[in-house]
Nanobody
Framework: QVQLVESGGGLVQAGGSLRLSCVAS????????MGWFRQAPGKQRELVAA???????NYVDSVKGRFTISRDNAKNTVYLQMNSLKPEDTAVYYC???????????????WGKGTLVTVSS
């Protein structure tokens, strides 16, 4: 009933920028927290950035000052602006959202399929 679709990944040189987008669609009653995770080859998936329904934000230390998460509630969309990219940022980035489907009394975490970000040195 709910689908998350990421876009904006690609190949960029170190020091460059990318803007990721994630759009949630479906029979959605409410979206609570939204966030971005990433997973590099051979590593655990980690939370990169998250934003609550009240738009408070949290970031993993390694991206603070470089990445900015934001959301447009009217469009059910979350963004991740990534500046000053480093090769160690290379990973598949996944969108996550905690969503209450219309007619349900509880929320479920949904995931996108991921978008690849590759940062060359």
């Amino acid at each position: 009933q709910v689908q998350l679709v990421e876009s904006g990944g690609g190949l960029v040189q170190a020091g460059g920028s990318l803007r990721l987008s994630c759009v949630a669609s479906g029979v959605i009653f409410r979206i609570n927290a939204m966030g971005w995770f990433r997973q590099a080859p051979g590593k655990q998936r980690e939370l990169v950035a998250a934003t609550t329904a009240g738009s408070s934000t949290n970031y993993v230390d390694s991206v603070k000052g470089r990445f900015t998460i934001s959301r447009d509630n009217a469009k059910n969309t979350v963004y991740l602006q990534m500046n000053s990219l480093k090769p160690e940022d290379t990973a598949v980035y996944y969108c996550n959202a905690n969503i209450v489907v219309t007619g349900k009394g509880y929320a479920i975490d949904y995931w996108g399929k991921g978008t690849l970000v590759t940062v060359s040195s």
